[in-house]
């Protein structure tokens, strides 16, 4: 079946450290999209692509950083300059780049501070 | 700037009875509006969207939206709530030009028995 992996499932970060979140998708789709989830707060934009070796910023995207190497691939790294990472992270991917498709959803990922 | 409200955080309802979560949408150019639905410790899951065809979406669980330009909302139903419904939805809007999505703050539904 098609769809988005998220790994790993939980993180924990130590102070100073740099993390990497991964996000794998098989559906073919050329957006791809990172979220901060955090309570009460609905879903933050933090970075997104919409093409190979392109992406933008989001809403929040300070103290986060990107690549996008391969279509299927959009890994976020939290580098240490995030002085609140504990949230959930969510990846997207959506088929094109219109504002009527819809985004497809991995299962994220639960980021703590040790 | 496109923007939407999602009010009440918490909505409680009996099983059977009828599910209402409001959702209204700022804009000054046709929108395009979904609802999601998370459930605990995962991610996101498409319920429906309206993209300008018919006011009057049906989506997936038995779930429908309408749109309703004169009043700026797309709110959600379902005519009998099951306790499996219980989950966060989430209402979501994007523009002709825009590159993102715009999420409410979402509202925790509870089923109860």
């Known amino acids: 079946d098609g769809g988005i992996t998220q790994s790993p499932k939980y993180l924990f970060r130590k102070e100073g450290q740099n993390v990497t979140l991964s996000c794998e998708q098989n559906l073919n789709h050329d957006a791809m999209y990172w979220y901060r989830q955090d309570p009460g707060q609905g879903l933050r934009l933090i970075y997104y692509?919409?093409?190979?070796?392109?992406?933008q910023k989001g809403d929040i995207a300070e103290g986060y950083s990107v690549s996008r190497e391969k279509k299927e691939s959009f890994p976020l790294t939290v580098t240490s300059a995030q002085k609140n990472p504990t949230a959930f992270y969510l990846c997207?991917?959506?088929?094109?780049?219109?504002?009527?498709?819809?985004?497809?959803f991995g299962d994220g990922t639960r980021l703590s501070i040790l | 700037a496109q923007s939407v409200t999602q009010l009440g955080s918490h909505v409680s309802v009996s099983e059977g009875a009828l599910v209402l979560l409001r959702c209204n949408y700022s804009?000054?150019?046709?929108?395009?509006l979904f609802w999601y639905v998370q459930y605990p410790n995962q991610g996101l899951q498409l319920l429906l969207k309206y993209t300008s065809a018919a006011t009057l979406v049906k989506g997936i669980n038995g779930f429908e939206a309408e749109f309703k330009k004169s009043e700026t909302s797309f709110h959600l139903t379902k005519p009998s709530a099951h306790m499996s419904d219980a989950a966060e939805y989430f209402c979501a809007v994007s523009y002709g030009s825009a590159r993102q999505l715009t999420f409410g703050s979402g509202t925790q539904l509870t089923v109860l028995p």
């Open positions: 997207a991917s959506s088929r094109g780049q219109g504002a009527n498709q819809p985004q497809h």
């Open positions: 804009s000054s150019v046709p929108p395009y």
């Open positions: 692509s919409q093409i190979v070796n392109d992406f």
